[in-house]
């Protein structure tokens, strides 16, 4: 089968699904490669690809509208729907002057909390009213499904108005009590600032942003959660000290003052997840929990962020949840190996301790 056909995408991707798998890379000079239970497997049984051939498949891909911005920025974002029962989000960039692709797996499936082992507090922030709650850790570990599966539990329990701002959509809701609007960046607006600044005016009561990526969204979001509204979203960070800072970070450093105080009123709670590798097969989070209260608030208004672990440490009577102690959980029970938790451990002495 030539590999510029759409038919050869089309049977890549239905091998990824086929196989469990979560990722697709395309890259000229290599064979096709997907990524499964964390590891990259090349698809030796495929031709490796030339330049034509993965500059055809993403125009395959993507809109054809959307070509020309691919086009004068190099890289883009977007969904791409594969089957009824599949979606991928697809990004598309030039390295060494070809085409190359990356495509994400999105089950059309929402998960719960239970399957997806997650704690079971996250019920508690699903039925926020206000507040500003992050979902936080490096690429690929899982922030979109756990913020879906908290977002469809506000769905499925709450009559409210939720608008989703996202580059591009991942999992499509279907309403239950809520009313839902999906809003993608560069379809439905230009970018997640205005779509924010828009949803004061449309009566909403939940708002999730994809990814905070600067300061005026993440102004217009905390300023969401000061005024009577459930805001939900995403940051590259490794725990909730660190994603404090980087939030306090992006903004001038004459607003820092100013952004600390709203920070330390409005935060709900920041989760930070790992998916580590499970001994019976494929992917378990360990997961550390922020919940805001005076201690927490304290430390952010003064700029002790550096002593937020020890809070988290320590409140575990509050519902709060440390990362090393996740760690040390999954090993006590059989789900993960020792080498693979201490590898992830925030603080080693920590969770050698907790074994």
């Known amino acids: 089968m030539a590999a510029d056909s759409p038919h050869h995408i089309s049977t890549l991707l239905d091998t990824v699904v086929a196989e469990n798998g979560s990722d697709l890379h395309l890259s000229a000079g290599s064979n096709p490669v997907i990524r499964v239970s964390g590891g990259l497997v090349p698809l030796v049984h495929h031709e490796k690809l030339s330049p034509a051939d993965t500059e055809t498949m993403l125009k395959t891909l993507l809109p054809e509208e959307r070509w020309d911005t691919f086009m004068t920025e190099q890289s883009i974002d977007f969904s791409y729907e594969h089957t009824d029962h599949s979606r ?75 608008v989703t701002i996202e580059d591009p959509i991942e999992y499509l809701f279907t309403q239950k009590k809520s009313l839902i609007h999906q809003r993608e960046v560069h379809v439905d607006t230009p970018g997640f600032h205005q779509a924010l600044q828009a949803a004061f005016r449309e009566d909403v009561d939940v708002i999730m942003v994809g990814e905070m990526r600067n300061y005026e969204t993440i102004s217009s979001a905390v300023t969401a959660a000061e005024t009577g509204h459930l805001v939900l979203s995403t940051l590259h960070t490794n725990n909730a000290s660190q994603t404090i800072d980087r939030i306090i970070d992006m903004f001038p450093p004459n607003q820092q003052g100013q952004v ?35 201690a927490i608030a304290n430390l952010i208004r003064d700029g002790r962020t550096h002593e937020i672990g020890t809070v988290v440490q320590t409140s575990s009577q509050e519902g709060m949840i440390d990362m090393d102690r996740s760690l040390a959980e999954l090993v006590r029970r059989g789900e993960v190996t020792v080498e693979d938790a201490y590898e992830r451990a925030s603080d080693r002495k920590t969770f050698e301790r907790y074994l």
């Open 260 to 294: 600390r105080v709203q920070l330390a009123g409005s935060l709900a709670g920041i989760f930070s997840q790992r998916l580590v590798p499970r001994i019976a097969g494929g992917l378990i989070p360990a997961y550390e929990l922020l919940i805001n209260n005076s």
């Open 88 to 162: 991928f989000r697809v990004n598309g960039f030039r390295t060494g002057g070809a085409v190359a692709i990356a495509m994400r797996l999105i089950p059309r499936e929402i998960r719960t909390f239970t399957t997806l082992n997650l704690p079971p507090i996250l019920e508690v922030f699903s039925q926020r009213q206000q507040g500003f709650f992050l979902v936080v850790g490096p690429v690929g570990q899982g922030k979109s499904t756990t913020l879906a599966a908290i977002i469809d539990r506000v769905n499925e329990t709450r009559a409210e108005h939720i």
